[in-house]
């Protein structure tokens, strides 16, 4: 290794010479002369310093992290609504004209009030489905299984907010809005108009894919905050001379009518022919009037 390499080693200098080893002692003359070129390198300092930024009001949080399964993250704008407990199940539904005739002890034990929530789901998917589908028939089109998952994703997420320790749960509510994601971006590049009147109807924000994806750290924040902040600083400070020339906008125009008028009467006085034309003349002396 070309060069010097100088290491202390238990109050003791040992250099390393063309591949030769000599030690010396540690007097503080030597070590000063020796190590001189060490203390030149300092540590290099990063963007900023929090300190420095808070005393020119730059205040930097990190944001709160949203998990992909909240209503905020997905683009659910409507909760989980359960129907109406009067409705009948939807087994009974074929025979719903014998269901009206009987009293209502029986009606009320074949509603949805003593079912479970299993029922309750398969009613909302149902109605939802009735709501959204092309034709009577129609249980696979595109939009249908965008509902489906819908009201399958808006159900788990009232049970994740009751159990957030349900993993198993959360991993699958994660996988249904990834599969309505995908679905949502096919019917978007294939018929916009239906997404959008189908985002309408099942009231869904629809976030496209970024073209890349950008981590959030503090120093490409803080330089943004900086950024910012020097803006600002410049527009008040072009206000506030924008004032200043407003106030001395009057004396000016005085003056330069006054100057005008004086180098008219003095080329006149000297029987030079008159550079300053008369217009200017009048608009500069009406101007000082006015203001």
Sequence with gaps: MAGRLLRVVCGGVRAIVGGDVLRTAASPAFLTRALQPLTGCEQKRGYAMRLELTEHGIVWRRPEYVPSWKPEKSGDL????????????????????????????TKQLLSLKFSSHKEFV???????MRRIQRHQYDTSS??????????????????TF???????????????????????????????????WLIEELNILYRPPPRYYRWITRKASLKNLVR??????????????????????????????ETLQWIAETEASLGVPVTVPEDTRVTASQTSDTK
């Design 78 to 105: 409507e909760p989980h609504k359960d129907p109406d407990e009067t409705l009948p199940r939807l087994c009974t539904l074929p025979t719903k004209s014998v269901l009206d005739e009987v009293d209502d002890v």
């Design 122 to 128: 398969k009613i909302k998917k149902y109605e939802t």
């Design 142 to 159: 595109m939009e249908v299984k965008i509902s489906m998952l819908t009201v399958k994703i808006r159900n788990l997420q009232q049970a």
């Design 162 to 196: 009751r159990c957030k320790k349900n993993t198993f749960e959360r991993v699958r509510l994660l996988e249904l809005i990834d599969r309505r994601k995908k679905l949502l971006k096919f019917l978007r590049h294939n018929d916009y108009k239906r997404f959008e």
């Design 228 to 257: 910012m902040h020097g803006m600002a600083l410049k527009k008040k400070r072009l206000a506030e001379y924008q004032k200043t020339l407003e106030l001395q906008k009057e004396p000016f125009l005085r003056e330069k009518a």
